[in-house]
């Protein structure tokens, strides 16, 4: 596959961070602690060894083609949702289209139901990371028993040597219904806000940029949530259209990726990075090429039919200049 931004010219007052959903990234092989038994060789999803080689190819050049088409050059920083464990997120950054550019990752295990986690990815020669840790997200069930989901992860480090502190997060899901779920995604959101108020409380002034797959549009509750009370700017409030979005279902697209950071990416300084721009990563390539789903995300699976595609999600984006 040929790198479709090869004539671009690298911009390195420029760099990108993005969140990527890459729709159920499991390997194929047992594990107790986790419900994968819908990835493994001998399941009905059949998820061979060629399966998952062919979406490690197609995820690894996805992931190194955002951003390129304004910096020219690959992703600074990717937060990463729906990834079994370390092993599925090192097969990756091994893969030929991520190898050679020295990528580290964050991670750690959360007591996901689906065995599923978030991640951070970052290029080496442009972050530092200085500290990372997980915030659990407490919630019960109609009988008061535990319901379990993703941890949310915050990674501090320096991007080309200036602070900053990443959220990745990845919320409860509607399949019980949107207003069925919605205090799930608020219990999340309320966690979020409790974090940012105490790196604010570190720093009044630190640079803040949450990421995540949300499950909820940039006009509901659990995101109005961030931005009114934590001065948070959205910018994927102004890219959500009828007729584009990061996912798609029920023949309507949703916008559930967002990135969003504290308002003080638009101080003029010399010095410091500043907002440049944020879009859906939704290249051709990343598409349904025919079908009554033309357009949508080129998905892994549909149901349980293999589709042989990338995820069900497109990537999002937002590039910093300094």
């Keep these: 596959m040929s790198d479709i931004f090869d004539d671009i010219p690298v911009r390195n007052d ?6 990527y959903n890459l729709e159920n990234l499991f390997d194929i092989h047992k594990d107790r602690n986790t419900h994968d038994n819908d990835f493994l060789p001998t399941s009905v999803k059949r998820w061979t060894p060629k399966r998952y080689d062919n979406k490690l190819r197609k995820l690894s050049y996805a992931i190194s083609n955002i951003g390129k088409r304004e910096t020219g050059k690959n992703p600074a920083i990717v937060g990463l ?6 092993t599925v997120i090192q ?12 990528y580290g990752f964050v991670h750690y295990d959360s007591p996901d139901e689906r065995g599923i986690d978030v991640a951070l990815i970052y290029d080496k020669a442009s972050f530092e990371v200085l500290h990372s840790e997980t915030y659990s997200v407490l919630l019960r069930g109609d009988d008061g028993s535990p319901d379990y989901t993703r941890d949310i992860l915050l990674v501090s480090g320096k991007l080309d040597e200036e602070k900053v502190h990443i959220i990745v997060t990845h919320w409860s899901s509607r399949r ?15 966690k979020v806000v409790e974090i940012i108020a105490k790196l604010k409380q570190e720093n009044e002034d630190a640079k803040i940029i949450v990421m995540g797959d949300f499950n909820d549009e940039p006009d509901n509750k ?6 009114d009370n934590c001065g948070l700017y959205n910018p994927m409030e102004t890219l959500r259209s ?6 798609y279902h029920h023949r309507k697209w949703n916008l559930f990726d967002q990135i969003m950071f504290t308002t003080n990416y638009f101080k003029n300084s010399n010095n410091e990075f500043e907002f440049f721009k944020a879009n859906i990563f939704d290249e051709d390539f990343l598409k349904t090429f025919s079908g009554r789903y033309k357009g949508s995300p080129f998905r892994t699976y549909v149901g349980k039919k293999y589709n042989g595609g990338y995820s069900d999600h497109f990537p999002v984006y937002a590039v910093f200049k300094k």
């Design 242 to 247: 009828f007729s584009r979005g990061t996912t």
């Design 81 to 86: 949702a729906e990834v079994e464990n370390a």
């Design 14 to 19: 420029l760099q990108t961070i993005a969140f």
């Design 222 to 227: 659990s995101i109005k949530n961030l931005v």
């Design 176 to 190: 019980e219904g949107q207003k069925e779920t919605e205090f799930k995604r608020m219990v999340s959101s309320n």
């Design 91 to 102: 097969d990756l950054l091994n893969y030929k289209h991520l190898e050679n550019y020295n």
